[in-house]
């Protein structure tokens, strides 16, 4: 059985972070660099929306190139991957489990939300990749709870990977990329705000992150792209253990903050 792993809540940035990765992604191949060789990686992207969760099983997913207007250099890039069906047939009866009615989806490919970090952190693709759909409709408690009935994974050796970012607002994303300009005191407050209440482990603040924080409505006009984070630490279990290996603002207004989360006894090991 190949050793327990944490759970990772990675940046994916713009989808120019796969040609300029800077110090996030110096940090991502540093925490790659560092892990017990996982058995599969689990990856949960904001940007594979869903009902309910969805679990990929194609053998070589395809390399999605799911944005517009950007360097051509960035619709060049293949990522390799392979799948694994004993894998991906492992996820869905955890979730099953769990009570979720979890579906297949034998062509899913992997949105830049996947393939950027993984890209960075296993160049060599030589790991099997599972894709999981990031459903949004039941919101943060929702992503939480799909988080818990992934945990049993990391102790089997699953990397159980979930891709957003800590801020993600669009407008303001477009307007500093076509003129630049000046970084938004939410984008400084709020990753200020999430590392304060993980480090607490105050999860009742967290899930009433749009009430409770400076910001965070700001910081997420949506959600998508912040669940990404509930589900890697519902993944570490009850009681687990943050610790933010990255922090850094990309094109002005892109929190890259980075987090890996370990399982109770493990923090405590």
Not at 83 to 94: K, L, Y
Not at 206 to 232: I, K, M, T
């Amino acid at each position: 059985m190949p050793p327990p792993q944490p759970t990772l809540f990675v940046p994916h940035g713009a989808p120019t972070f796969a040609l300029r990765p800077g110090a996030a992604g110096a940090a991502l191949v540093a925490m790659a660099n560092s892990l017990p060789r996982p058995r599969a990686i689990v990856i949960a992207s904001a940007h594979w929306d869903s009902d309910v969760p969805v679990v990929g099983f194609a053998d070589r997913p395809e390399t999605v190139h799911d944005f517009w207007g950007f360097p051509e250099a960035l619709y060049e890039i293949r990522y390799p991957a392979t799948g694994c069906r004993e894998a991906a047939e492992e996820v869905v009866a955890v979730l099953t489990t769990a009570g979720f009615p979890a579906q297949k989806d034998a062509d899913r490919g992997l949105d830049h939300g996947a393939w950027v970090p993984l890209r960075r952190m296993f160049p060599d693709a030589d790991v099997p990749v599972i894709p999981l759909s990031m459903p949004s409709r039941g919101g943060p408690q929702a992503a939480l709870a799909l988080g818990r009935a992934l945990a049993p994974l990391a102790a089997r050796g699953f990397l159980i990977m979930a891709s957003g970012n800590v801020t993600h607002n669009l407008r303001d994303y477009q307007r500093a990329y076509q003129s630049g300009g000046e970084t938004p005191p939410y984008v400084r407050e709020f990753p200020a705000w999430l590392a304060d209440k993980l480090a607490a482990q105050d999860i009742d603040a967290l899930l009433d992150y749009r009430r409770q924080s400076p910001g965070g409505a700001q910081a997420h006009p949506s959600e998508e792209h912040f669940l990404p984070l509930f589900l890697a630490l519902g993944a570490a279990g009850d009681g687990a253990h943050a610790e933010r290996f990255h922090a850094g603002i990309d094109d002005y207004v892109i929190a890259m903050d980075a987090y890996r989360f370990l399982q109770h006894k493990a923090a405590n090991a």
